[in-house]
């Protein structure tokens, strides 16, 4: 089984929609991260949160809101989608170490 | 903020060739990754450097950490079809004890843009 997944991998909606992206890992890793990627423009980091209590913004969070409901689960909100958040989007955990550990991704299109 | 440039940012080359990349950065790090992505798939992680001036080698991959702190490299031996992907780098601050002050640099990776490679069997 994947140490890290997501749900759902692929996503199609439209403007205005309120989407939730989920995230699991069976790592035991503290820290979670979101991500986006869009092409030519490698990861940019959208939130992260180095324990339960924690969330931080990353470089890129207007539009989004994360949940992190437990050590294991990390979700990453558009509380109202637009076109231009059409992406792959990933989650990541990591240990102290700073080596993070990617889940699939899931592709969103927003219409 | 930081920002990493990677280039070359595609490569095209025939099988057999070895493979030359690397990232700058303006501003130093503690700790250099590589990661390779395949299409539909997350990235995976391909070799970690820990030290300026560290050489690790992982089989036909071999990385460096500069010894500015500011740069890194890594080349590919004798490249066959499955090295096709892209390859990004990622620099990371030293993890100190962070505040809940929000903003610390500290734990986060920066990513390079990425290096698309293409191999021609």
């Known amino acids: 089984d994947a140490d890290v997944t997501q749900t759902p991998r692929n996503r199609i909606t439209k403007t205005g929609k309120r989407i939730m992206l989920e995230c699991s890992q069976t790592k035991g890793h503290d820290r979670m991260y979101w991500y986006r990627q869009d092409p030519g423009l490698g990861l940019r980091l959208i939130y992260y949160?180095?324990?339960?209590?924690?969330?931080n913004k990353g470089e890129i969070s207007d539009g989004y809101s994360v949940s992190r409901q437990a050590q294991a689960k990390f979700s990453l909100s558009l509380e109202s989608a637009i076109p231009n958040q059409t992406a792959l989007y990933f989650c990541a955990t990591s240990d102290p170490l700073a080596e993070q550990f990617f889940g699939p991704g899931t592709r969103l299109t927003v219409l | 903020g930081q920002q990493l440039n990677q280039s070359p940012q595609s490569m095209f080359i025939q099988e057999g060739e070895d493979v030359s990349m690397n990232c700058t950065s303006s501003?130093?790090?503690?700790?250099w990754l590589w990661y390779k992505q395949e299409p539909g798939e997350g990235p995976v992680l391909l070799i970690a450097?820990?030290?300026?001036?560290e050489l690790t080698s992982n089989g036909r991959l071999t990385a460096q950490f500069g010894i500015t702190r500011k740069d890194s490299f890594l080349n590919i031996s004798a490249s066959i079809p499955s090295d096709v992907g892209i390859y990004f780098c990622?620099?990371?601050?030293?993890?100190?004890?962070?505040?809940?002050?929000?903003?610390?640099?500290?734990?986060?990776?920066?990513f390079g843009q990425g290096t698309i490679l293409t191999v021609h069997p």
């Open positions: 501003s130093i790090f503690n700790t």
């Open positions: 990622a620099g990371q601050l030293s993890f100190q004890p962070y505040t809940n002050a929000g903003g610390t640099s500290y734990g986060k990776l920066t």
């Open positions: 450097l820990y030290k300026a001036g």
């Open positions: 949160s180095f324990d339960v209590k924690d969330i």
